[in-house]
């Protein structure tokens, strides 16, 4: 019997880059291989327009990126509650995120219904107030093979800068000449009221808000809680976030998908600490009893959602962690097709 010496075999391999260099030098010193050649091609320094189409059972869905939102450091005032800032950032560590550069996302979503091109959310139009990579819809839009003027109907969550700021070009012309929006009277009555510019924590919305409804009032169509907007479009109140916040769930055959919006910003944050408050809640405490409600219900039902701030692009399904109500919960990304 031959006896084999196993220690190669448990033996660590020990790998590193200099290593490896050194190696393909000394081989091509000796001729074996060629020295490697490095190319000098220009750096592209652009991303590619973020656009991702999936089905919800016959109807074509298209998410498409508004562009990212710049917080910058995680600071004690963006989310409000009982859990400490350090604990926070903890979280965020141990998910491989950075606390110092906190980044949402804007994931607008377009669905073919068959009879209707339907938009909802427009992102933040021009305004760079939240970092200078926002405001890209119109253009990805276009990048997508969808034109605006052939939108029918812009179905607005929320009446939030980074909600519907493109409705109107800075021409003055609408961006969607051809669309009937919806939205919640009450939202449009908080967002378009004058005398709210005097307050200190929204006062700078208002003016804007206004120069991007009260051009469009005619074309607006308040919504109910529980109608359907759009054959196939559901409207659920989920009041908190805003006072009018709604999200909208589609249906089509036995398929659904929840257009979540503003329930969630942060894809760990605020569903591992769902009793956290966000700076920019109308009403903190009522957005997080909503938050819970609407999670559990997805949750318990196992319906697919497409989550406006949550990373690109957004689609895919929550799950709790504990047992009791509020006790926290985990988004599962959906897989990306490269086929439709």
Known sequence: MIALDTTSFTRPLAFSRRNLIAGGAALAALGAVPAPVFAKAPLIKTQAPMFYRFKVGTIEATVISDGPLAMGPLKPDFFKGQTPIDELKALLTANYLDPDNITLEQNALVINTGSQLVLFDTGMGGAKTMGPNSGRLLDT?????????????????????????????HIGAPNFPNAQIYMAESDFKFWTDESKAKHPAIGAMIGPTRGQLLPLKDNITFIKDGAEVVPGVQ?????GHTVGHTVYMITSGSASLCVLADIAHHSVLMLEKPKIEFVFDTDGKQAVATRIKVLDMLAAQRIPLIAYHFPFPGVGHVAKLGQGVGEGYRFYPAPMRTAL
Do not use: Y
Request: some cysteine.
């Open 235 to 239: 409207a659920m109140a989920a009041p």
């Open 141 to 169: 839009l276009q990048a997508a093979g969808i034109r605006a003027e052939d939108i029918d109907a812009v179905i607005l969550t929320h009446a939030h800068p980074d909600h519907c700021w493109a409705l109107m070009g």
